[in-house]
């Protein structure tokens, strides 16, 4: 992955900034302190692997010059190239944009950025020299668990971490003492399952004895069912004799009755009440024929007194037919007067109508005119053809008025931009040449800066050599101060070895002894005086010469390039025409002066583009308004073809020219209403006629009706005497149809007479036969022998009556004289005494009976209860599928802990035989960056800590490393490391930010080899606020780009 | 036309705890309990309907030697039921059921004849006073029945004018997927002269011989997991010239799926659950809507396998699958899913790498093939499968077997898995579930 550009938005100082071009190997990143470096490098960290927690102690950058806190990151992979777009406002969600140009809102975007994580990216990757200073910054469990499993193709995850895990899930599953595990759980289920299956099991087998036992009680329930049956026989027995006692003891009481009855053998059924009502026949027979024979001689006498009028019947339908037509008779006479008035009028109104429509036309004639509506949609037509045309005409006008006020307004506003595109005045020619300058200035502007840095650094080196030569000054005064200490211990000493010589020659020992002292003292700082001397020497003649030539040299080089830009700037000046230098504010004018030179020329090609506009449109509105013309012209013409096509209608029509569609439409809708008048007129006329005809007609009807029935022919009042006739013709007929009543009636009368007689003879042969059959010769006779005959009849009744109930109560089985004879031979009290003997027996029986059957009940609810139990078949089915689950559990745990061993066996093999990739890379790196001196590290197996050798295997742990050293090794750590990485992922840029200070030159410039040797894999951004640096690095690797920072920034 | 009809079936196993099935719910507890007695009942009205003249039982009734009590009521019930339309029953015990194990000791109606155990003995069956045929038959005494009773057996006449029925529960042609009890071969059975031999013993519905007709019924009912399809019994009708025409009926009450679904083509777990579902709907259909129990096996190598591989994600399929069918009356009961999908990877090429992830293939490798490493490897789980719970419940695993290879498959698939070999691109349609 390599990043081509990146573009902040807000992000602490920086607002709109944009670096591009970024050099896919190797790029030198160069500005002054406070330039904003680290701010850079963490803005990508930041877009590559998000903001940090607002509340951790980070640097959280806010935009500080305004913007969005967030940017752009523009990168390229094997695939292609994404933008990354990430804002600290919506941290958790990146917008990237594929190769295909897709946009993607994504959470996560690690495929992108490999697997590394973030705090692995912040240490190894990215870095200033407090992360490499520090050896904690690799020491993390998270950097170590990554330093150290680098090659296992495994990303960022933790093995340990997904071992305990394994472990968890084992512990969950099984543990060989324990209740709460999964499969602890089942066994014990299984456990309780065995024991239930058991226990029903057990139950099953006491079946048989139960049903054994329920067998005993049902035969014994058996047998005294039969004994209670009996007994219920015998009780009912002696019921049925109880209760027939009564009949029994009646029956006897009847048969004692009947013998005092004499026996008559034979009466006729009914005959008293057959006798009683032919007697009663017999009498109302006679009565009527009385009364019908007075009826037939009443009939005849009115039948005799009835008149009627033969003519009159004879004329009916006549009469009948005239009285039908008298109410038209009589109406017409009545309304032909007044509908000849009417029907003047109307002929009256017509003639007006006509005179309206116009000379010629009169009510003969006007009938001609074609008034459909066939025609009068042809003058629509017309007339809507008219009007349509002179309505288009009307907006064809409208528009040319507004076009022409449109066509003024263009042309005012074309005059006033020509005006003002000539009030600008412009100083250069064109825009090149006008950019061209700004460059100019651009560079001069940076040339004086540069010569200001140049001249500054030159001074200050200067100032080295003052202080340098004031030292060597310094230093040369101590020589004579020490030739005066020399002299001064000299001549102590050989004072006071004179002095103690002196002393003794005198005995004076305590003086010798003290001057003896002094003159060991001199002696003393003689010595030490001369030694240091001796090294002090030796040491000034190494050093001196090395510091004086680097900065004459160094003095030597700037001089020459303040030269050769104080060339170039007095070349720049002549261009400006500056006589001197210029300040910063002649320069800032000038800047400011061309900026607003730009945008003049930007106005005054503003200008020239509208009023090339308005020149259009006026050309554009022109044509417009001659199209429009031209339309109008044409509408014109087709409006005179539309009048020519109605002058020949009106003519064709026969109407005068000067009529219009509308004044026409409405003429032919007065000639509608003539020809309604008309046709109402002539309706009018029909009806008189009508009604002339109906006068006529019935007064020939009345003449030769009078004449028949003897009536004056010349009668004026024809209806009164018309009326007369219908009445007389009504009482003929009614006379007629009484006649004929009364006929029917009297044959009906005589008829039933002779009918009634026949009745009546009937009836007295029936009461002889009566008497006959009932042995007596009279009536008194006959109903005597019939009541004796009842007597006997109803005894015999009841007897039969007694034996019927007896017969229920016995039932069948038993002889009916059998148990008579059993009643003759008892009485009611000893009955009584038997069935209350008989129950009580049964009573006790019952009794025992309860009981037994509570006994079977028992039994049977157990016996059912073992039969109904389905809890052994839900059991084992339970059993059978925990056995199932345990089963299936225990190859989960199995795969488990086969993982787990597999696993392990594994993590031993690579530790123990792959495991130093990481060291050997990062080794390769330290003797390269040592210059050969420590050509070894050393990793242990399974501990995490780093041990160098140097090449004659002398051990050295980190804090025994000069701080130089142990820097470069932890540098050679994270290359070796990122390179090991890389081997199985995408290869990540690499950010540095001045770690090679604290490097003397030598070890500096195989750093710059190591970078070098990691830049042909890796992209990598290096920066740095040092130029000599920026230039050394870009010496060693010439496949680079620097960049300045402080040129870069974007308006 | 058929002058007389019976019903051969066998392996009823009344009563049968059904094994291998490791969920179930309340509804499916319910269903399964009685699965065996349902499937039996349907033999029995199929008799009634069609008003069969005899039916023959050709052992393992029971499914244990100590017969459940419900099962020996039950049967006895559904032999009332038949004496009631006249219907004979003949029944020879098997290998589960055998002579020697417990019995209620109840009062069987007359219809009922059970053939004893010491020799082989024989019913009649006379209709309108003729001889028709003749059933002969032997009852296992002991379950660990070794030795060939088909031998005992009387040689029955080509010329007789009954139709011979031999009865016996047995394992034709060493059949090693079964237990070898009664062995015996075709030319043995065809060597008695019987026009019908009527066995028990295998449970896949098979005609063994056409001539004479020598046939497994098959079990009425599916016993587990691995027993799926239709299962049922043999109606057979007999002509006068002893022709017969023996028909497969479907009696199970609750039908047994296997279902192997592949991944390969499936690219989204969407995907998979609408696979799912059509491959339950189809079990519906061709258990024709009676309920069923289908499990399911996710094999082959796909996309999807990575999240498959996700603690907790199959039985979270498992779990909605089950939601969906819960309101259905024909339901499928989707006992477990197993997983034994492999992860989309070339291991050849990672282990080209010499990445920890490589070595780690290589050393599974290493213990799936040497059998030294194996042995060693098994001791490992003996934690657990030589623990009393785990000798008696567990069954063992042999690490020559393709299970312990299965096994050390899913371990190394729970590994590479969890090491993120292999960390997809966010897929719209994964990351939507």
Known sequence: MKLDEFYINGFGKFHNYKIENIHPHLTILLGPNEIGKSTLMNFIKRVLFGYPDKRSNLNLYPPLDGGKQGGKVIITRNDGQYIIERYAEDKNNVKVVLPNGSLNTLNNISYLVSTITPEVFNNIYAFGLDELQSFETLNSESIKDQLYSAGKGIGHFSLKEFQRTIDDNIGNLFKTTGNKPEINILFSNLKENSRQIHEIEAESTKYKELQTQLEDIIEKIQKEESEKTELRKKVQHATSLKDAWQDFRTRQELYHQLESIPSIENFPDNGVVLLDSALEKQSKYTQSIR???????????????????????????????????QDQYVSALKDLPLIQQQNNREIEELNTLLKVVGEGWNSENFEEIDTSISNKEKIRTIQKSIEEISTFIQKKENELTSLKKEQNRYQEELEDKKASFNEIKLDFKDKEELSKKQTLLFQLEENLVNWNDKRAEIKTIEEKEALKNLFDEKSSKPENTKLFIHIFFYAITFLSFFGSLFSIITKVPSMAIFIGLFYILSVSFLFFFKKRENDENMEDNTKEPQETSYLSQRKASIASEIETLKEEIRKQLIVFSFRNVPSKTDLENLKYKFRSEFTQFDRKKDLDDQQKKLERLLESKNSEL???????????????????VWRTFLEKNKFGPGLSPTALLETFSIIDTALEKKKAIMISLDRIKAMKDSIVKFKEKMKPLLRTLKYKESQTDLISTLERIIEELAVSMNNLSELKAKKVEEKAIYDDLKNTQQDLEKVNLTIQKLLEAGGAVTLEEFYANGKAFLQRKELNSTIQTCDNNIKRIIGEGIQFENFLEELR????????????????AIDRIEESLNSLKVNQGKFIQEIEQIEKKEESSALRLEKSVNIEKVNIKALEWAKLVLAKSIMKKAIEAYEREKQPDVIKESQRFFSLMTLNKYPYIFSPLNEKVIYIEDDHHNRKE????SKGTAEQLYLSLRFGFIIEFSKNTEPLPIMMDDILVNFDPKRFDACCEAIRMLSKTHQVLYFTCHPDSAKKMQEVVNDSRLIFLEDRFVS | MSLFSFVHTGDIHLDCEFKGISTIDERVGNYLKNATFSSFNNIIQFCIDKKV?????????????????RAQLKFLSCMQLLDKHHIQAYIARGNHDSLKGWSADLDFPSNTHFFGGKQVESFTFVKDDIILAKIFGISFLKKDTQENLSICYPKIKNNEDFFSIGVLHCNVGNNKEHESYSPCSVADLKSHGFDYWALGHIHAQTIVNKDPMIVYPGNPQGLNPKETGAKGFMYVSVDK????EPVFFPSDSIRWFINEVSIQSISTLQALKKKLSEVINKNRQEADYRPSICRIILQDRGVIAEYLQRDGYVADLLEDIRIMESDETNFVWVENIYNKTKLEMNKEAIKQQKSFIGDLISMFEKYTSDPALKSQLIQELDALFQSPGGKKYLTPINPDSEEYIELLNQAENYCLNQLQLNPAEPNEELSLI
């Open chain 1, 291 to 325: 009364v019908k024979t007075d009826l037939l001689n009443k009939t005849q006498q009115k039948i005799s007194e009835l008149i009627i009028n033969e003519d009159l019947i004879n004329n009916r339908a006549l009469i009948l037919e005239l009285q039908k037509g």
């Open chain 1, 626 to 644: 001659e199209k429009i013309l031209q339309e109008k012209k044409e509408l014109e013409i087709r409006l005179n073809e539309a009048q020519l």
């Open chain 1, 825 to 840: 031979d008892t009485s009611y009290e000893a009955l009584i005494s038997n069935k209350d003997d008989l129950e009580e």
């Open chain 1, 958 to 961: 980190i804090h025994d490393l």
């Open chain 2, 53 to 69: 003249d005899f039916i023959i039982i050709s052992g393992d009734l029971y499914d244990s030697e100590d017969q459940s009590l």
């Open chain 2, 241 to 244: 010239d002893k022709r017969i």
